[in-house]
């Protein structure tokens, strides 16, 4: 079993950043599929950001050029550094992981069913 520990998130001004953090127990980052998604009330969850085992990332294209992924190994944690955020990027978001396919392969970033580990979630809010 994956536990996810999430921390960071808040209260910034449009243009500001912030960093989140999200820590497996059980496992090392490095055995798994990782993910970020958020969600706005009325709105389903969507997948922001993912990190395969190997590194390989993909951002959604509301957030490419903006947010990034980091990983500390010896920490076993990986972050969602968040750039110029605009007042529609507050949401709740969760860090989300899953095993890798047999193929080292890795649930799309959009199929939120595909990663059944879930962290706690942590509000950010932009404002204008």
């Known amino acids: 079993q994956v536990q996810l520990v999430e921390s960071g998130g808040g209260s910034v001004q449009a243009g500001g950043s912030l960093r989140l953090s999200c820590t497996a127990a059980g496992y090392t980052w490095r055995s798994l599929c990782l993910a970020w998604f958020r969600q706005s009330p009325g709105k389903e969850r969507e997948g922001v950001a993912s990190i395969t085992a190997r590194g390989f990332e993909t951002f959604d294209d509301s957030v490419k050029g903006r947010f990034d992924i980091e990983t500390d190994d010896a920490k076993n944690t990986w972050y969602l550094e968040m750039n110029n955020l605009k007042p529609e990027d507050s949401a709740t978001y969760f860090c989300?992981?899953?095993?890798?396919?047999?193929?080292?392969?890795?649930?799309?970033?959009?199929?939120?069913?595909?990663?059944?580990?879930w962290g706690q979630g942590t509000q950010v809010t932009v404002s204008s």
């Open positions: 989300a992981a899953a095993r890798p396919f047999p193929d080292h392969t890795c649930p799309a970033r959009e199929f939120r069913d595909g990663y059944p580990f």
